[in-house]
């Protein structure tokens, strides 16, 4: 299961590499390092879309598989960046990448100086993630499985402290672990400083456990059935309860309609969203 998920990391970096062949006006999202970070074959065929034909034709393959998870994926990043930046201009000078993947968020955002990044991720991928790009002195890898190691004390024994108001991201995570795992990650995080933030993606329940297939049918024979890599779920109104349970504030939650007037309008672009997936910002009061 691990090696599985471990391997999902690239695909969101294919998406973010392709779209900066798109002229600044018409992308989803700014991420000049993706293309750095993929594998050799990734990295090819990322190249091979400065032609509009080959973009244009891995877009629509795309929406061939997994209708809507383009989008959804680029601007659930463009979001992240967004929150990113905001909390270290309000002073927020600690942030936990918890699964990391192959993003390059911390070193391609200005990072004013004190502020102190931790990439938390299985040690495959922070290991591709040092041999690409290296690693800039604000940045600290830690490697972990989260879920047999525990969070606290592996980052403790990295240098995070729980005294600091931190943002913590986590992107594209939490269907890939168990509902024990993800209890584990927010216990961990209920003893986060006050002013703390949260950003973190979810699935939805309901595509899990087969209620509303939301039209992706494909999708859900892929991830959620048999030996199901997709593994946890929320209800999108239980979200407040859930976060509340383990001392954090539900500030906003976004999804296909709120992403598409944020990011997609303003490009000119049809692209759709998948409704499948949703992004919270939470914080602690």
């Not at 998920?5 to 970096?13: D, I, R, S």
């Not at 798109?22 to 989803?28: D, E, N, V």
């Not at 989008?71 to 201009?89: N, T, V, W």
């Not at 890898?141 to 913590?168: K, M, N, Q, T, W």
Request: overall charge positive; charged content about 25%.
């Amino acid at each position: 299961m691990v090696n599985r998920a471990a391997g999902t990391a690239v695909g969101p970096m294919v998406i973010a590499a392709v779209e900066q062949h798109r002229p600044p006006g018409q992308r989803l999202l700014d991420d000049p390092l993706a293309a750095a970070v993929l594998p050799a074959t990734s990295r090819w065929v990322a190249e091979l879309s400065r032609g509009p034909r080959v973009r244009d034709w891995l877009f629509r393959a795309s929406e061939r598989a997994a209708p809507g998870i383009w989008g959804g994926i680029a601007c659930r990043k463009r979001y992240i960046d967004d929150r990113f930046a905001s909390a270290l201009e309000d002073g927020v000078d600690r942030v936990v990448v918890l699964g990391a993947g192959l993003d390059t968020r911390a070193r391609r955002l200005t990072t004013p100086n004190g502020v102190r990044v931790f990439e938390v991720d299985l040690p495959v991928n922070v290991e591709r993630q040092r041999a690409r790009l290296g690693v800039p002195g604000h940045i600290t890898p830690v490697p972990i499985d989260f879920e047999r190691e525990d969070l606290s004390a592996v980052l403790a024994s990295h240098g995070y402290r729980h005294d600091r108001r931190c943002l913590f991201v986590w992107e594209g995570v939490t269907q890939y672990l168990t509902e024990d795992g993800v209890r584990r990650t927010l216990d961990f995080l209920a003893g986060a400083a006050a002013g703390s933030r949260l950003v973190f993606t979810h699935v939805l329940r309901d595509f899990l456990d087969g209620t509303d297939l939301h039209g992706a049918q494909a999708l859900h024979r892929r991830f959620a059935t048999g030996r199901p890599l997709w593994r946890f779920g929320l209800h999108p109104h239980r979200v407040g309860d859930f976060l509340d349970a383990y001392g954090w504030r539900e500030v906003e939650q976004v999804g296909a309609d709120e992403l598409e007037a944020r990011y997609v309008r303003a490009t000119g672009r049809a692209v759709p969203i998948s409704p499948l997936e949703r992004t919270v910002l939470a914080d602690k009061p």
